[in-house]
């Protein structure tokens, strides 16, 4: 039998009607002839939740226990998932990670896939059940620890499914009907893409256009698996949605394809620090051994051998990095006179592979923040996307203003 993957967010699963509109959505592809592998997330709000039940225990937690922790919303919906279904007459039944195994790494609360072993999935397909709901975002260390796969790692199961078991497909439905050119919460005029090229989908993944886990898009683009973003609230059939596809297949290319934003972003500056060879090195050594996620790095102009060096990271790290930090400036690895944090700024991204091959999207860009007197504070490039920090306060104006700039409400 064929196989199709379907995965279902939070708000899919949100409640047990939810839950029974997707089952329907299942048992309909079932009698289409596939065997179909459900990934499931926890309700929407359960994983923060569980988050911050862990964050008020332990401000500085161990990882291990955070896992056993934040991955048990999607125990609940994944058997009660296998439940509706089988109160529909559809032969089901549920797995956590451990028991598939999806075995990963052990980098907790941001684990990687390692292999997903077909056999037991394989033989109770073999003895007729037609549907293994499979618990997302968790898996399993060799240390035979629970572990997650970082926020949003439910799509990333999806993907990894897809691929062990060559399925035709991989459906990511969810609580809009594709990925649009950007969020359509804070823009009205956002278009829905019919098709959109993984690099893109890649880069506006990273740069916090949460539809798609970026790992996922990794995945999927590795292993050619066909990837698409649909609607659990629409009557859906195999043209709907968005299609993650190569690059080849996309006839009418933008320059720009989409605006992404993350609201959540710190900006730190380590105040005189000694400008030497190996300063660099010093400081983002322990910040990445302290697991600190950093992304922009800007070094000030020197004066007297003194420079300021300025980062940064999501603004959950800061404390972490502030400790990282004191322990190299104890131990005289690092001197510093300051460490400043601003925890109100956010990053605005332009991201589309025209830019390869068109010149001026960063002065249309710069302009339109101007017009709107919008500061840039950080700014940092590659061949497919622009991004800068901004004061959090104005990242819905950047957003649309942006978003208006590259003409995107006519995107195809
Ligand atoms: P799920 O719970 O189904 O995994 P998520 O909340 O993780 O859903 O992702 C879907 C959300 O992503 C949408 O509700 C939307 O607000 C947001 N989003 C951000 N950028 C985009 C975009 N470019 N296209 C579509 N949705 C986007
Ligand atoms: N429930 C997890 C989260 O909220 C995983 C997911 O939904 O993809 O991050
Ligand atoms: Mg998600």
């Not at 620890?145 to 399925?167: C, E, H, K, N, P």
């Not at 804070?186 to 886990?213: N, P, T, W, Y």
Request: with cysteine; proline share 2%; aromatic share 6%.
């Amino acid at each position: 039998m064929p196989v199709l993957v379907m995965k279902f967010g939070g708000t899919s699963v949100a409640d047990l009607a939810r839950v029974r509109n997707a089952a329907e959505k299942v048992k309909r592809e079932v009698e289409r002839g596939y065997d179909v592998i459900v990934v499931v997330s926890a309700m929407s709000g359960k994983t923060n939740e569980l988050v911050g039940w862990v964050e008020q225990t332990s401000p500085l937690f161990d990882a291990r226990e955070y896992d056993a922790v934040v991955s048990s919303g999607e125990n609940v919906t994944a058997g009660l998932m296998a439940l509706t279904l089988q109160e529909m007459d559809v032969p089901a039944r549920s797995w956590q990670g451990w028991q598939v195994p999806l075995k990963t790494s052990s980098a907790h609360s941001a684990a990687r896939i390692e292999a997903i072993p077909r056999a037991n999935i394989d033989q109770k397909f073999a003895e007729g059940m037609k549907v293994a709901v499979v618990a997302g975002f968790q898996g399993i260390s060799s240390e035979g620890r629970i572990t997650t796969l970082g926020r949003g790692g439910s799509d990333t199961t999806a993907v990894a499914f897809a691929a062990a078991f060559d399925a035709v497909r991989c459906d990511i439905y969810t609580d809009v009907d594709g990925v649009y050119t950007t969020d359509p919460r804070i823009e009205d005029k956002a278009r829905k893409l019919d098709r959109i090229a993984f690099e893109e989908m890649l880069e506006l993944a990273s740069l916090g256009a949460k539809v798609l886990q970026t790992r996922s898009v990794e995945l999927a683009m590795r292993y050619k698996v066909k990837l698409r973003v649909l609607s659990s609230f629409e009557d859906t059939d195999e043209n709907s949605g968005t299609l993650v596809c190569d690059e080849e297949d996309i006839v009418e290319q933008n320059v720009v394809s989409g605006v992404a934003y993350s609201r959540d972003e710190a900006k730190m500056t380590l105040i005189s620090v000694a400008d030497r060879p190996g300063i660099a090195a010093a400081i983002f050594g322990p910040l990445a051994k302290a697991g600190v996620n950093v992304d922009m790095i800007v070094q000030n102009i020197s004066e007297e051998g003194r420079t300021d060096m300025t980062f940064s990271c999501p603004v959950n790290q800061v404390a972490r990095a502030r400790e990282a930090m004191n322990k190299t400036k104890d131990a005289g690895e690092v001197n510093f006179r300051e460490l400043v944090a601003d925890t109100d700024v956010a990053k605005v991204s332009v991201v589309g592979i025209g830019m390869r091959s068109h010149a001026g999207v960063a002065s249309t860009m710069f302009d339109a923040l101007a017009a709107e007197g919008i500061n840039i504070r950080v700014i940092t490039t590659s061949e497919i996307k622009i991004s800068v920090l901004i004061d959090r306060k104005y990242m819905e104006l950047a957003v649309q203003a942006l978003h208006d700039a590259f003409g995107l409400e006519n995107a195809a």
